[in-house]
C-alpha cells in the first residue's frame, strides 16, 4: 500500500488528541485509497492493549469468531439471544420510558449497543475480545446513575469488612481499584516470606451463571441496606446517600428492591439490541 504514514503515531510525547486525530485520519485515507479491496476482504480494528496498533483480519475468520461468540452459553442458557428481527425504535422507546420511570432524563440521540471484536495478539494463540458498546448509548443515564450508587455500597462494604477485620483480623475484602491500594495492601503483609502469583480467568464474565450474578448481588444489596438500617438510597448530583425515614424531598430516591431491577435491567435481563459491526 502506497499510503503515506509518515508521521509516527507512537510518539509519547505528542498530545493524545493530536495522535488519535492522525490515527482517524490515517484509517480514513486507508478507506479512500482501497475502500473494496479492505472492505471485501479484511475486517479493519483496533488492537487490544496495543494503542495506535490496528489489525486487519480476515472477513471469514472475524466472522468465525463471532458465532462462535454469540453462541456461548452459560449455565443456565445462552449469554446472547439472536434476534432476526430487530425493530431498533421500539427498544430506544423501551428504555427511554424505563429511564423515566426513575426520573432520569432520557438520551433521545442515543444509540443503541453494537457488538464487535478486536484481536488479543499477546496470546497464543490469538484470540478476541468482544465488546458491546456506542457513543451515547440509550443506557447511558441509566449506567451513569448506577455506577454513582454501587460505587457508594462499594465503599460502604469496603468500611463494613475492614470493621470486622479490626475484631478478628481476618480480611474479607479483595476488591483493588487502583495500585496504592496494592501498595498499602502489601505494606499490611507482616510475613515477609510471603509468595505472590497473579492469576487470570480465560472467559469468566460470559460464562457466569445468571442466577448466581443475581443472587450474589441481591444478598450485597440487602446487606448493605440492613447495615445502614435504611430500604432507600437517594442521589442528588454526586451525591449519594441513605435515607432512612424516606423523608428525602430533592434529589432521586430508590428502594433497595428497586435497585435490583435496575441493576438487572441495565446488565443481564434486557440487553439492548445486538447487531453485528465491521469495519
Same mark, same amino acid.
Not at 29 to 40: K, S, V
Not at 48 to 61: H, M, R, V
Not at 252 to 272: F, G
Given at each position: 500500500m502506497s499510503v503515506d504514514r509518515n508521521h509516527n503515531i507512537l510518539d509519547h510525547g505528542k498530545d493524545k488528541?493530536?495522535?488519535?486525530? *492522525?490515527?482517524?485520519?490515517?484509517?480514513?485515507?486507508? =478507506?479512500?485509497?482501497?475502500?473494496?479491496? +479492505?472492505?471485501?476482504?479484511?475486517?479493519?480494528?483496533?488492537?487490544?492493549?496495543? @494503542?495506535? =496498533?490496528?489489525?486487519?483480519?480476515?472477513?471469514?475468520?472475524? +466472522?468465525?469468531?463471532?458465532?462462535?461468540?454469540?453462541?456461548?452459553?452459560?449455565d443456565d442458557g445462552k449469554t446472547y439471544e439472536i434476534k432476526d428481527q430487530l425493530d431498533p425504535v421500539s427498544i430506544k422507546l423501551n428504555h427511554e420510558r424505563f429511564t423515566r420511570s426513575f426520573g432520569i432524563a432520557v438520551q433521545t440521540e442515543g444509540n443503541l449497543p453494537k457488538i464487535y471484536g478486536i484481536p488479543k495478539m499477546h496470546k497464543n494463540p490469538i484470540k478476541f475480545r468482544f465488546i458491546t458498546g456506542a457513543h451515547d448509548s440509550t443506557l447511558k443515564p441509566l449506567s451513569i446513575e448506577l455506577q454513582k450508587i454501587l460505587r457508594f455500597l462499594h465503599g460502604h462494604f469496603r468500611r463494613y469488612c475492614y470493621n470486622i477485620t479490626g475484631h478478628d483480623k481476618i480480611n474479607r475484602f479483595f476488591s483493588i481499584q487502583n495500585t496504592f491500594r496494592v501498595v498499602q495492601q502489601l505494606n499490611t503483609v507482616q510475613n515477609k516470606r510471603s509468595e505472590i502469583f497473579c492469576a487470570d480467568f480465560s472467559s469468566l464474565f460470559t460464562n457466569l451463571p445468571h442466577n448466581v450474578v443475581k443472587e450474589k448481588l441481591y444478598?450485597? !444489596?440487602? +446487606?448493605?441496606?440492613?447495615?445502614?438500617? @435504611?430500604?432507600? !438510597?437517594?442521589?442528588? /448530583?454526586?451525591?449519594?446517600?441513605?435515607?432512612?425515614? =424516606?423523608?428525602?424531598?430533592? /434529589?432521586? @430516591?430508590?428502594?433497595?428492591?428497586?435497585? *435490583?431491577?435496575? @441493576?438487572?435491567?441495565?446488565?443481564?435481563? *434486557?440487553?439492548?439490541? !445486538?447487531?453485528?459491526?465491521?469495519?
Open positions: 488528541t493530536e495522535l488519535l486525530q *492522525k490515527e482517524l485520519l490515517w484509517i480514513r485515507a486507508l =478507506n479512500t485509497a482501497y475502500p473494496f479491496e +479492505l472492505h471485501r476482504d479484511f475486517v479493519v480494528t483496533m488492537v487490544d492493549k496495543a @494503542s495506535g =496498533n490496528y489489525a486487519f483480519t480476515c472477513k471469514k475468520l472475524y +466472522l468465525q469468531f463471532m458465532e462462535k461468540e454469540l453462541n456461548t452459553q452459560s444478598y450485597l !444489596i440487602d +446487606l448493605m441496606f440492613k447495615n445502614a438500617g @435504611s430500604e432507600y !438510597i437517594v442521589v442528588q /448530583g454526586t451525591n449519594v446517600r441513605y435515607d432512612r425515614n =424516606n423523608s428525602n424531598t430533592s /434529589g432521586r @430516591s430508590y428502594h433497595k428492591n428497586d435497585l *435490583k431491577l435496575y @441493576s438487572m435491567y441495565s446488565t443481564l435481563n *434486557k440487553t439492548p439490541a !445486538i447487531s453485528l459491526k465491521y469495519a
